[in-house]
C-alpha cells in the first residue's frame, strides 16, 4: 500500500491522486468481457475452471466450497472476530427488519378495492469482492435482506481463495451455496447458469471494472 502525505503534495500532485482510474480502456475491457461471457455461456463449467486457473490467485477444480470447507473456516478464525461479526448480523438483521413492508389494501369506491404487495425475488446471486482485504461486510449488507425478503434461494461468489471471514458470515447470515469463483467469470455464471452454478434473477454486489463491466452486459 503506497502511504501519501497529503500536505506535502503540490496542488497538481493533489489533483492526480484524486483522480479515478483512467478508463481509456473501457473499450477493450468490453472486449475482454464479452469473450468471458461467451465462454462462460458456451462452455460451462469447463470454461469457470481455465478462467480460474488464468485470473486467480488459488485456482480450483471444485467450484462449490464444501460444507466441510466451511466449517474448517469457522474453527479457524478468532471467537472476538465471530463476536463482531455475528454483533453486525444482529444490528443491520434489525434495522432491515423494520422496512419490511405491509400490504396496503385501500377500497377507492365502493366495490373497488386497490392492494400494494412485496414479494421476494426467487433466486438472487450475490457477488462479494476477494483481495488482499476480506469483505465479511458485503456478504451481510447483501445475504440478510435476502434471507428477510425471503429469497427462495441465495447464490454467493467470491474470488478463490475464499477468506475465512466471508465464509463465516455466509454461514452466519444463511447462505447456503458458495462458490469459489470471482470475477466476470462469476458474473457470467450467476446470469446464465453453468452446470453447478445456478442461473439467478438478479445480482447483487460490488466489484472492480471488469465486474463492473460484465453485470452491465449481461
Given at each position: 500500500m503506497q502511504t501519501l502525505i497529503w500536505k506535502t503534495l503540490s496542488p497538481a500532485q493533489q489533483a492526480d491522486v484524486l483522480t479515478r482510474p483512467a478508463l481509456s480502456d473501457e473499450a477493450d475491457i468490453g472486449a475482454v468481457v464479452r469473450e468471458i461471457i461467451g465462454s462462460v455461456r458456451s462452455r460451462?463449467?469447463?470454461?469457470?475452471?481455465?478462467?480460474?486457473?488464468?485470473?486467480?490467485?488459488?485456482?480450483?477444480?471444485?467450484?462449490?466450497?464444501?460444507?466441510?470447507?466451511?466449517?474448517?473456516?469457522?474453527?479457524?478464525?478468532?471467537?472476538?472476530?465471530?463476536?463482531?461479526?455475528?454483533?453486525?448480523?444482529?444490528?443491520?438483521?434489525?434495522?432491515?427488519?423494520?422496512?419490511?413492508?405491509?400490504?396496503?389494501?385501500?377500497?377507492?369506491?365502493?366495490?373497488?378495492?386497490?392492494?400494494?404487495?412485496?414479494?421476494?425475488?426467487?433466486?438472487?446471486?450475490?457477488?462479494?469482492?476477494?483481495?488482499?482485504?476480506?469483505?465479511?461486510?458485503?456478504?451481510?449488507?447483501?445475504a440478510i435482506p435476502a434471507r428477510l425478503a425471503g429469497c427462495r434461494e441465495v447464490v454467493l461468489c467470491t474470488p478463490s481463495p475464499a477468506s475465512d471471514e466471508i465464509l463465516f458470515a455466509a454461514r452466519a447470515c444463511g447462505v447456503e451455496k458458495v462458490f469459489a469463483i470471482g470475477g466476470a467469470q462469476a458474473i457470467a455464471a450467476m446470469a446464465y447458469g453453468t452446470q453447478t452454478i445456478p442461473k439467478v434473477d438478479k445480482i447483487f454486489g460490488p466489484g472492480n471494472a471488469y465486474v463492473t463491466e460484465a453485470k452491465g452486459q449481461v
Open positions: 460451462g463449467d469447463e470454461a469457470l475452471r481455465e478462467l480460474s486457473q488464468r485470473f486467480e490467485r488459488a485456482p480450483r477444480q471444485q467450484l462449490q466450497v464444501s460444507n466441510a470447507e466451511i466449517e474448517a473456516a469457522c474453527e479457524r478464525l478468532d471467537d472476538d472476530i465471530k463476536g463482531a461479526i455475528e454483533a453486525a448480523i444482529a444490528n443491520i438483521r434489525t434495522f432491515h427488519a423494520a422496512q419490511a413492508q405491509p400490504v396496503v389494501r385501500v377500497e377507492t369506491q365502493p366495490g373497488v378495492v386497490c392492494e400494494l404487495r412485496t414479494q421476494p425475488i426467487s433466486r438472487v446471486g450475490l457477488y462479494v469482492p476477494g483481495g488482499s482485504a476480506p469483505l465479511p461486510s458485503t456478504v451481510m449488507m447483501l
